[in-house]
């Protein structure tokens, strides 16, 4: 059985920093893209970042990039997000999620190719 679980989430003033972790229960860890994903009030859930199996690959949306870095261990089956300069629009649950070994690395930012989620994590950011 797969289990995901996030951490880091809080509540962190505008120009703060938070450091998301998210630590996965799945044997072949190492084979699988990893993806975060965050739903803001009133909004659809919404690609923030992912990593590919090896890391060598990254992306993010646009709205984060430079500020957030996503990361991997695969010796300890963790993949973190690090997130600076936070703006109030950062406001969200965070969850990660595992990519579908049938999916490509081009499908990385489809929540529908994700097959495993974790519960999330609330992120606050006070203007």
């Known amino acids: 059985q797969v289990q995901l679980v996030e951490s880091g989430g809080g509540l962190v003033q505008a120009g703060g920093s938070l450091r998301l972790s998210c630590a996965a229960s799945?044997?072949?860890?190492?084979?699988?893209?990893m993806g975060w994903f965050r739903r803001q009030p009133g909004k659809e859930r919404e690609f923030v970042a992912a990593i590919s199996w090896n890391g060598v690959a990254t992306d993010y949306t646009n709205s984060v990039k430079g500020r957030f870095t996503i990361s991997r261990d695969n010796a300890k089956s963790t993949v973190s997000l690090q997130m600076n300069a936070l703006v109030a629009e950062d406001t969200g649950v965070y969850y990660c999620a595992v990519l579908s070994g049938g999916s490509p690395w081009s499908a990385h930012t489809s929540p529908e190719h994700f097959d495993y989620w974790g519960q999330g994590t609330q992120v606050t950011v006070s203007s």
């Open positions: 799945i044997r072949t860890f190492t084979t699988y893209a």
